[in-house]
């Protein structure tokens, strides 16, 4: 199970930490990615980071204001988001697959979702 928290109402320019914590099973077992969905769109990739936490992706739309990281021992997914903006308000999932691939971007390949928390940007 993943368990994605830290969302909230924020301003314009500010910044948020989301945590995905997985229970069950060690979220170093999977590669773990973030997607966000926002009302009345379809729900798209943000990042991805690998089982070992080597390799991260990132939508080119977030490059420079978001990190993922992970931090094993806590079997936790972290998503620093700086610098949103509006178009950043979503609701944000993490999302647990087997392994890591050219595949990480697409929604299909991952075998595991959290619940979701929403962040709400306001300009």
């Known amino acids: 199970q993943l368990q994605a928290s830290g969302g909230g109402l924020v301003q314009a320019g500010d910044s948020l930490t989301l945590s995905c914590v997985a229970s069950?099973?060690?979220?170093?077992?999977?590669?773990m990615g973030w997607f966000r969905q926002a009302p009345g769109k379809e729900r798209e990739f943000v990042a991805a980071?690998?089982?070992?936490?080597?390799?991260?992706n990132y939508a080119e739309f977030v490059k420079g204001r978001f990190a993922i990281s992970r931090e094993t021992t806590r079997n936790t997914v972290y998503l620093q988001m700086n610098n949103l903006q509006r178009e950043d308000t979503a609701v944000y999932y993490c999302?647990?697959?087997?392994?890591?691939?050219?595949?990480?971007?697409?929604?299909?390949?991952?075998?595991?979702w959290g619940q979701g928390t929403q962040v709400t940007v306001s300009s």
């Open positions: 980071i690998s089982n070992s936490g080597g390799a991260t």
């Open positions: 999302a647990a697959a087997f392994a890591y691939s050219r595949h990480y971007a697409s929604e299909y390949y991952y075998n595991y």
């Open positions: 069950g099973r060690t979220s170093s077992n999977y590669a």
